[in-house]
């Protein structure tokens, strides 16, 4: 199974559905739909009316974010996994380097991540090495150390993806080299087979993927997918990208 999920970070209104409508009727109708899921992270204010309106659709509604604590807590402004699951989220993003850059620690990502499986959220957890990490020549031991810190060998495979996201690529245009993928791809997996004992889950790719540069990624048959910022927020744009995959 392939992933293209569309992470609309700050943007989106109730209206912004019609982009949502127009990418499920071409996936519905897409002679390669079995291969493939697609998820859209709107904001949290569109969760559940999105999780109602494609109810019954190809299309799975998740959130970007979900707070480090199960339940209900008095915590200003935060939501967790059970209120998401609530409106009908079937996923959450967790770890994505925005929220990294915004104080998330390795600690409150392994507990977001296991409040998240607990109220039966899959989690896409992303994980990327910033530019002086990539200078420096530590993107492997920094993936290796993010995957470390927050997965359990207890969780199963198929409840959790990982979206490998270089900061340094997100919405830059800038994207590594198919070389420097595939290496670091078999890498994550072989970290990920270390702790879920032979198994790997997917594994996406994130960070400027559009409709022309999809073809190179295509040829890394170890990519299962992708996180799309920018581009989801297009119909056009998120549908080129399945489009070119499967051309
Ligand atoms: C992202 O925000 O997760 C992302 C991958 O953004 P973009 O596709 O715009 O680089």
């Given at each position: 199974?392939?992933?293209?999920?569309?992470?609309?970070?700050?943007?989106?209104?109730?209206?912004?559905?019609?982009?949502?409508?127009?990418?499920?009727?071409?996936?519905?109708?897409?002679?390669?739909?079995?291969?493939?899921?697609?998820?859209?992270?709107?904001?949290y204010?569109?969760?559940?009316?999105?999780?109602?309106?494609?109810?019954?659709?190809?299309?799975s509604?998740?959130a970007q974010?979900?707070?480090?604590?199960?339940?209900?807590?008095?915590?200003?402004?935060?939501?967790?996994?059970?209120?998401?699951?609530?409106?009908g989220a079937?996923?959450?993003?967790?770890?994505?380097?925005?929220?990294?850059?915004?104080?998330?620690?390795?600690?409150?990502?392994?507990?977001?991540?296991?409040?998240?499986?607990?109220?039966?959220?899959?989690?896409?957890?992303?994980?990327?090495?910033?530019?002086?990490?990539?200078?420096?020549?530590?993107?492997l031991?920094?993936?290796?150390?993010?995957?470390t810190?927050?997965?359990?060998?207890?969780?199963?495979?198929?409840?959790i993806?990982?979206?490998?996201?270089?900061?340094?690529?997100?919405?830059?245009?800038?994207?590594?080299?198919?070389?420097?993928?595939?290496k670091?791809?078999?890498?994550?997996?072989?970290?990920?087979?270390?702790?879920?004992?032979?198994?790997?889950?997917?594994?996406?790719?994130?960070?400027?993927?559009?409709?022309?540069?999809?073809?190179?990624?295509?040829?890394?048959?170890?990519?299962?997918?992708?996180?799309?910022?920018?581009a989801?927020?297009?119909?056009?744009?998120?549908?080129?990208?399945?489009?070119?995959?499967?051309?």
């Open positions: 199974m392939r992933y293209f999920i569309g992470n609309w970070k700050m943007f989106g209104v109730p209206k912004s559905v019609s982009i949502l409508n127009k990418i499920n009727s071409y996936y519905s109708k897409d002679k390669n739909r079995n291969k493939y899921k697609v998820v859209i992270t709107p904001p204010t569109l969760i559940e009316s999105f999780s109602n309106h494609f109810k019954n659709k190809k299309i509604i998740g974010n979900c707070f480090q604590k199960d339940q209900f807590s008095s915590n200003t402004a935060a939501i967790s996994s059970y209120m998401l699951k609530s409106v079937k996923y959450t993003l967790v770890g994505h380097s925005d929220n990294r850059g915004e104080g998330d620690t390795d600690e409150m990502l392994k507990d977001k991540v296991r409040y998240a499986l607990k109220n039966n959220l899959k989690v896409v957890f992303c994980i990327g090495e910033n530019k002086t990490e990539k200078k420096n020549k530590k993107t031991s920094v993936l290796k150390r993010q995957l810190k927050a997965m359990e060998k207890k969780f199963k495979k198929n409840d993806i990982i979206a490998y996201e270089p900061i340094w690529s997100i919405g830059t245009g800038k994207i590594p080299s198919a070389n420097e993928l595939k670091i791809t078999i890498h994550i997996k072989k970290v990920l087979k270390g702790i879920f004992k032979k198994n790997s889950p997917a594994v996406l790719y994130g960070g400027s993927v559009d409709g022309t540069n999809v073809e190179m990624f295509k040829e890394i048959r170890e990519i299962d997918g992708f996180l799309i910022g920018g989801s927020k297009s119909s056009k744009k998120f549908i080129d990208i399945i489009k070119n995959y499967y051309r």
